[in-house]
Nanobody
Framework: VQLQASGGGLVQAGGSLRLSCAASGRTFRSYIMGWFRQAPGKEREFVAALTWSSGSTYYADSVKGRFTISRDNAKNTVYLEMNSLKPEDTASYYC?????????????WGQGTQVTVSS
């Protein structure tokens, strides 16, 4: 599966951004789609995931109630809607495809898109 992420940018605290991840490949709809992020000097962390077939979702506690992961079947795209952004959300965000909600099972990665939240 091939993944192409986009939509990052600079936003003030309290603002919103929507990230997009365009997927391609013969079997991508059998995967779990996820978003991860990595801030400078920190380890990559799980943000949210979605089962493409059923739409079931799972979120990290740090983003619950603020971020929403969704999909558009017609566009083969997964989105991450980010609201009430905080400076601590600043990171490079990566979309990924995996075989389960378990972070180590995500084996296909797109390039990162930078999100910067100013205070």
């Amino acid at each position: 599966v091939q993944l192409q992420a986009s939509g990052g940018g600079l936003v003030q605290a309290g603002g919103s951004l929507r990230l997009s991840c365009a997927a391609s490949g013969r079997t991508f709809r059998s995967y779990i789609m996820g978003w991860f992020r990595q801030a400078p000097g920190k380890e990559r962390e799980f943000v949210a995931a979605l089962t493409w077939s059923s739409g079931s979702t799972y979120y990290a506690d740090s983003v619950k109630g603020r971020f929403t992961i969704s999909r558009d079947n017609a566009k083969n795209t997964v989105y991450l809607e980010m609201n009430s952004l905080k400076p601590e959300d600043t990171a490079s965000y990566y979309c990924a495809a995996g075989s389960s909600f378990n972070p180590p099972d995500f084996g296909s990665w797109g390039q990162g898109t930078q999100v910067t939240v100013s205070s």
